[in-house]
């Protein structure tokens, strides 16, 4: 009998602790994705989009161009480029010089 009373102690814990786990989870909301290179070159990428007005502000829920926005976050992904040169993976090397391209693409086409 005092056996049978421990191992449902035990479950019983084993029972709160994951419910305690799982509030905890969702006072603090939806997990975020783990940092990466291409995770933050993608968050710059957004930002020159939002600038292009090729995308909508999340806080205005407007199309706004800002040119000047947008050249500032390219040249900066450039520096970055500059910057890391030599320590990227291949991948990450092509991913930036190709966002890097088509942002320029864009700026050439939203300048017109």
């Known amino acids: 009998m005092a056996e049978e009373r421990k191992i449902v102690d035990e479950e019983w814990k084993k029972h709160v602790q994951k419910e305690k786990e799982k509030e905890k989870e969702e006072e603090q909301g939806p997990s975020l994705p783990e940092p990466s290179f291409a995770l933050f070159v993608s968050s710059l990428a957004t ?66």
């Open 47 to 112: 930002q020159t989009l939002i600038a292009l007005g090729e995308i909508e502000n999340p806080i205005t829920r407007k199309k706004e161009k800002n040119l000047l926005q947008a050249r500032f976050t390219i040249d900066t992904l450039k520096v970055l480029e500059e910057k890391t040169r030599g320590n990227l993976t291949p991948d990450e090397k092509r991913y930036l010089e190709g966002l890097l391209y088509d942002l320029r693409m864009s700026y050439i086409a939203s300048s017109k």
